[in-house]
Nanobody, 125 residues
Framework: QVQLVESGGGLVQAGGSLRLSCKASADISMWAMGWFRQAPGKEREFVASLSRRSGRVAYADFVEGRFTVSRDNAKNTVFLQMDKLKSEDTAVYFC???????????????????WGQGTQVTVSS
């Protein structure tokens, strides 16, 4: 079972940027990786996913070109660069590993088998 640890969250003003990192305890090169978020009182929702060699990406509609997902398989790390942050981006952000190696850019939560504990992102208006 791989362990995923997110970092890089914090408090930022609207319009600012944050870069989240997700460090895995084992090799993730064979799996797609994804990011989700959960705002207070809301269900966890898909943010972005990235195929195992970074050839394909998928983003939620609300990203609107503001976020960029990337990975460094040599370091077992996935990143989420978030720019032009809005107050509605405030949430706990989770990293996840796809449940099957055959998934390219999964979006559904049940397509992911391992999850991190999350990192808090707070955007002040």
């Amino acid at each position: 079972q791989v362990q995923l640890v997110e970092s890089g969250g914090g408090l930022v003003q609207a319009g600012g940027s944050l870069r989240l990192s997700c460090k895995a305890s084992a090799d993730i090169s064979m799996w797609a990786m994804g990011w989700f978020r959960q705002a207070p009182g809301k269900e966890r929702e898909f943010v972005a996913s990235l195929s195992r060699r970074s050839g394909r990406v998928a983003y939620a509609d609300f990203v609107e070109g503001r976020f960029t997902v990337s990975r460094d398989n040599a370091k077992n790390t996935v990143f989420l660069q978030m720019d032009k942050l809005k107050s509605e981006d405030t949430a706990v952000y989770f990293c996840a590993r796809a449940r099957l190696t055959s998934y390219l850019t999964p979006r559904a939560q049940n397509e992911f088998g391992s999850w991190g504990q999350g990192t808090q992102v707070t955007v002040s208006s």
